[in-house]
């Protein structure tokens, strides 16, 4: 667990359901010790891991302990505050914002909107200026990631223009002086990795919910601090740079400042979305300029990941549209101060296997041809052979296989039902034999061990023409309770028996012996049954993790058996069955 990293995984609370490798959009999740960890270089900090992971063990490092420091140290901090405030604060007048966040120590609160606004105007100078048919947004920095590390070859195409925070943070040290650290307060992960790169002006960036919680712990309610009409944004509120929050956001803002008419513009949100229109990008027509409007998050930033506020787009789009003044006031200027960036590429190696080496990848869980190749997803990828390439590069582990887990637990059971010295059979709700083992049928008679050797497991029997006392079964199958540690008579046979409910109502089991043969004691099936518990509860359990089952009910079973078969054998209400 690296806490000082973006993202983390508390490896405590990690629970083998591999739903983070199953929403990565690039894969980026290592599996080791049966833990699901983030690998650094890949992953181009989306958060859908954090979004998704169904116990919170994905974690988002928190920075507030960052800037605190900086305001105890006497720092001026000055806080930039993403546009998509208005959906996270329903309904909060910006002074109440304002004040409470003063109150904070930040000296002074200013849109994130106001850089983007300097980020609309420059894309519109520079595509006016331009002959370049493709541009590609730079405004959000997963997608800026995604490609340098993914789709390096329109690294060219991408706008040399910073993100809007970054532009803001300029802007905001032209005005106040050099000497001022700013701090970043929004619903996005990746400008995490921005404050990393860009220590020397971006103090830390918070999540809306540690906005929430630093509130807290100071007493402050934002909700309850006065109005005071005359309390705004430093320098001055945004306008329509506060549509960038929204899909189609940023497109507003350069068309009002764009002099070319003829240019074509497209926005495409979500990582799905833009992987989509990434792999056919180069079939665009020539002969005209494109922009392309990039968000990470579907529907825009409202939908951040870590919005703590979770309503239907719809309304944060509302909330948005109805308290952003979208009117564009030529007077926003960015005049000389620059914002220009440069972006390398860092393209990430995707290594291919050669056949042979996949194939025996495959072998190692059980999948020796193409019909094994179930390609069920459980594991977290896509394919049988994609989780292969995984478990060949290092990220993946076998046991996250749920059918080669099956498998695996059905050979242990078997091979421990086998090796018992009592008679063992399970059963369905039909009382149809599922597995049994040999001892189980030579109890019964020679014909039911040939029986035995012609269909080893006897699988589909029927149990009610093979046991006289059936309906033993059938009682605990209706009543769920178990029927444990008695004697019965029969024939030649002094049986011991116990039956128990493996699944109520739908799974039932037994355990049957003959005292009077003297080989057969009962602390040998006490043996083997620890050794059920102990060699195959493990499995149990995995499987139970990954297909939504409850193991403790297995153990619980299990250990039923173990209690009769360790106690003193007794009649049932006195009196000895004898069944001919």
């Given at each position: 667990m690296n806490q000082l990293k973006p993202v983390f995984t508390r490896k405590a609370d990690c629970r083998d359901c591999y739903k983070c490798v199953r929403e990565c959009p690039v894969k980026a999740i290592k599996i080791e010790d049966n833990s699901a960890g983030i690998v650094d270089e890949l992953c181009i900090h989306c958060g859908r891991c954090v979004e998704v992971c169904p116990v919170g063990a994905k974690k988002v490092r928190n920075?507030?302990?960052?800037?605190?420091?900086?305001?105890?140290l006497g720092k001026k901090v000055m806080l930039s505050i993403a546009p998509s405030w208005r959906a996270e604060f329903?309904?909060?007048?910006?002074?109440?914002?304002?004040?409470?966040?003063?109150?904070?120590?930040?000296?002074?609160?200013?849109?994130?909107?106001?850089?983007?606004?300097?980020?609309?105007?420059?894309?519109?100078?520079?595509?006016?200026?331009?002959?370049?048919?493709?541009?590609?947004?730079?405004?959000?920095?997963?997608?800026?990631?995604?490609?340098?590390?993914?789709?390096?070859?329109?690294?060219?195409?991408?706008?040399?223009?910073?993100?809007?925070?970054?532009?803001?943070?300029?802007?905001?040290?032209?005005?106040?002086?050099?000497n001022i650290s700013v701090a970043f307060?929004?619903?996005?992960?990746?400008?995490?990795?921005?404050?990393?790169?860009?220590?020397?002006?971006?103090?830390?960036?918070?999540?809306?919910?540690?906005?929430?919680?630093?509130?807290?712990?100071?007493?402050?309610?934002?909700?309850?601090?006065?109005?005071?009409?005359?309390?705004?944004?430093?320098?001055?509120?945004?306008?329509?740079?506060?549509?960038?929050?929204?899909d189609g956001g940023m497109i507003s803002g350069i068309r009002a400042r764009l002099k070319k008419q003829n240019v074509e513009f497209m926005c495409f949100s979500g990582i799905d979305a833009i992987t989509s229109a990434m792999r056919e990008l180069d079939q665009l027509p020539a002969g005209r300029q494109i922009f392309v409007e990039l968000l990470a998050c579907g529907g825009g930033c409202v939908n951040g990941p870590v919005m703590k506020r979770r309503e239907a787009t719809i309304i944060k789009r509302d909330s948005i549209f109805s308290h952003v003044d979208q009117a564009f006031h030529p007077g926003d200027q960015i005049g000389s101060l620059d914002i220009s960036a440069k972006?390398?590429?860092?393209?990430?190696?995707?290594?291919?296997?050669?056949?042979?080496?996949?194939?025996?990848?495959?072998?190692?869980?059980?999948?020796?041809?193409?019909?094994?190749?179930?390609?069920?997803?459980?594991?977290?990828?896509?394919?049988?052979?994609?989780?292969?390439?995984?478990?060949?590069?290092?990220?993946?582990?076998?046991?996250?296989?749920?059918?080669?887990?099956?498998?695996?637990?059905?050979?242990?059971?078997?091979?421990?039902?086998?090796?018992?010295?009592?008679?063992?059979?399970?059963a369905d709700a039909g009382l149809r034999i599922i597995e049994c083992n040999r001892r189980f049928a030579s109890i019964f008679g020679s014909d039911m061990e040939m029986v035995f050797d012609a269909s080893p497991g006897m699988e589909g029997a029927q149990l009610s023409k093979i046991v006289p006392f059936h309906k033993v079964f059938r009682n605990v199958l209706v009543t769920g309770e178990d029927w444990v540690d008695h004697d019965i008579a029969y024939r030649d046979h002094q049986l011991n028996i116990s039956v128990f409910s493996i699944e109520k109502g739908q799974v039932i089991g037994?355990?049957?012996?003959?005292?009077?043969?003297?080989?057969?004691?009962?602390?040998?099936?006490?043996?083997?049954?620890?050794?059920?518990?102990?060699?195959?509860?493990?499995?149990?359990?995995?499987?139970?993790?990954?297909?939504?089952?409850?193991?403790?009910?297995?153990?619980?079973?299990?250990?039923?058996?173990?209690?009769?078969?360790?106690?003193?054998?007794?009649?049932?209400?006195?009196?000895?069955?004898?069944?001919?």
């Open positions: 920075d507030v302990p960052a800037v605190r420091q900086q305001i105890d329903k309904n909060l007048h910006i002074s109440q914002l304002i004040a409470a966040l003063r109150q904070l120590g930040f000296s002074q609160i200013s849109e994130t909107a106001i850089g983007a606004q300097m980020v609309s105007q420059a894309v519109a100078e520079l595509i006016d200026h331009s002959d370049q048919q493709l541009f590609l947004s730079t405004a959000c920095p997963t997608v800026v990631d995604l490609i340098c590390k993914y789709y390096p070859d329109y690294v060219r195409h991408l706008t040399p223009v910073v993100s809007p925070l970054m532009a803001h943070a300029r802007y905001l040290r032209s005005t106040a002086g050099e307060a929004g619903p996005c992960i990746a400008k995490k990795v921005e404050s990393e790169r860009y220590q020397e002006t971006i103090a830390g960036a918070l999540t809306f919910e540690n906005l929430h919680e630093w509130l807290v712990d100071a007493g402050i309610d934002p909700y309850k601090v006065p109005v005071d009409n005359g309390l705004t944004f430093f320098p001055h509120p945004a306008c329509e740079g506060g549509l960038y929050p929204i972006f390398s590429t860092s393209p990430v190696q995707i290594r291919r296997h050669p056949e042979n080496v996949v194939r025996a990848a495959l072998q190692r869980v059980g999948k020796t041809g193409s019909r094994d190749e179930l390609n069920c997803g459980s594991c977290g990828y896509d394919s049988c052979r994609d989780f292969a390439e995984a478990l060949l590069d290092g990220k993946a582990m076998e046991n996250m296989c749920v059918s080669y887990m099956r498998k695996l637990a059905s050979k242990k059971a078997n091979a421990l039902i086998k090796a018992m010295p009592a008679g063992v059979v399970i037994a355990v049957i012996q003959d005292i009077r043969v003297p080989h057969v004691r009962r602390d040998q099936v006490v043996k083997r049954v620890e050794e059920v518990i102990r060699l195959n509860l493990e499995t149990v359990q995995k499987i139970a993790y990954l297909l939504g089952e409850n193991a403790s009910e297995t153990e619980l079973r299990l250990n039923n058996v173990l209690e009769a078969f360790g106690s003193e054998p007794e009649e049932i209400n006195g009196i000895s069955e004898n069944y001919e």
